[in-house]
């Protein structure tokens, strides 16, 4: 188990059960801030040094320094690099992993939060909005009127066309159909006792789980449980 800390990345010593720092270490790294790939590295970005710990290794290698880097983001089979100018995909190869840059002009780059997967297309959180790549280009997640649906917080699929949306008013439930997104159900703040959305995460059944600073809670189907 990896975790961040004020400290910085800490794994889990299993004789003790305490978790100890992973050398080497530049600044703290929030927990979100970590990525694993398909073979099990942890990636994370530690003051503009990519860091990558293999499996059961004590210590992380720095794999390339560049200061505009800003965080490691976990994508489908590949991890994507976040920084202050651009956005790049980290790609696995036989010589080690390749920088592969993502089209330009994706807007505000700095603020790239995640990368979601439909199971068909991937979904960049920036901007406060989800945006894919089309034909080169960044085109944002539309509602059914043409508009960008907002997103200031987290994300996550339900299911292949099931959008759930942390926003200003709470959360939002959408269903995508070709390609935009028609509001079906509307979450108020008061249904959670918060407006605070920290994390928003799907297993796959059906089930969605919404962090906030309340506790987490749990629903599936209509009903909703509080751990």
């Given amino acids: 188990m990896r975790v961040g800390?004020?400290?910085?990345?800490?794994?889990?010593?299993?004789?003790?059960?305490?978790?100890?720092?992973?050398?080497?270490?530049?600044?703290p790294i929030p927990a979100s801030s970590l990525a694993v790939d398909d073979g099990g590295t942890v990636w994370w970005v530690d003051a503009g040094h990519l860091m990558a710990l293999a499996p059961g290794m004590r210590r992380a290698r720095v794999a390339l320094v560049d200061p505009d880097l800003r965080a490691a983001l976990?994508?489908?089979h590949s991890i994507v690099l976040s920084g202050a100018k651009t956005a790049q995909r980290l790609l696995?190869?036989?010589n080690g992993p390749v920088?592969?840059?993502?089209?330009?002009?994706?807007?505000?780059?700095d603020s790239l939060t995640a990368v979601l997967?439909?199971?068909?297309?991937?979904?960049f959180l920036v901007n406060g909005g989800a945006y894919?790549?089309?034909?080169?280009?960044?085109?944002p997640l539309r509602d059914e009127h043409g508009n960008p649906v907002e997103v200031t917080g987290a994300a996550t699929f339900a299911g292949?066309?099931?959008?759930?949306?942390?926003?200003?008013?709470?959360?939002?439930?959408?269903q995508l159909v070709d390609g935009s997104a028609r509001l079906?159900?509307?979450i108020a703040p008061g249904l959670l006792g918060t407006t605070d959305i920290e994390f928003l995460g799907s297993d796959g059944t059906g089930q969605v789980w919404v962090g906030t600073d309340r506790g987490v809670f749990v629903r599936t189907g209509a009903r909703w449980m509080q751990l």
């Avoid at 894919?132 to 085109?139: H, K, L, Q, S, V």
């Avoid at 292949?160 to 959408?174: I, M, Q, T």
Wanted: aromatic letters at 10%.
């Fill in 5 to 27: 800390t004020t400290r910085g990345v800490a794994g889990l010593d299993p004789p003790s059960q305490r978790f100890v720092p992973i050398e080497p270490l530049f600044a």
């Fill in 74 to 76: 976990r994508a489908a």
């Fill in 92 to 94: 696995p190869s036989p």
């Fill in 99 to 109: 920088r592969q840059p993502l089209p330009a002009h994706m807007p505000n780059p």
């Fill in 117 to 123: 997967s439909d199971g068909q297309r991937e979904w």
């Fill in 132 to 139: 894919r790549i089309d034909r080169g280009a960044w085109e």
């Fill in 160 to 174: 292949p066309s099931a959008f759930w949306a942390s926003d200003g008013k709470g959360l939002a439930v959408y």
């Fill in 184 to 186: 079906r159900q509307r």
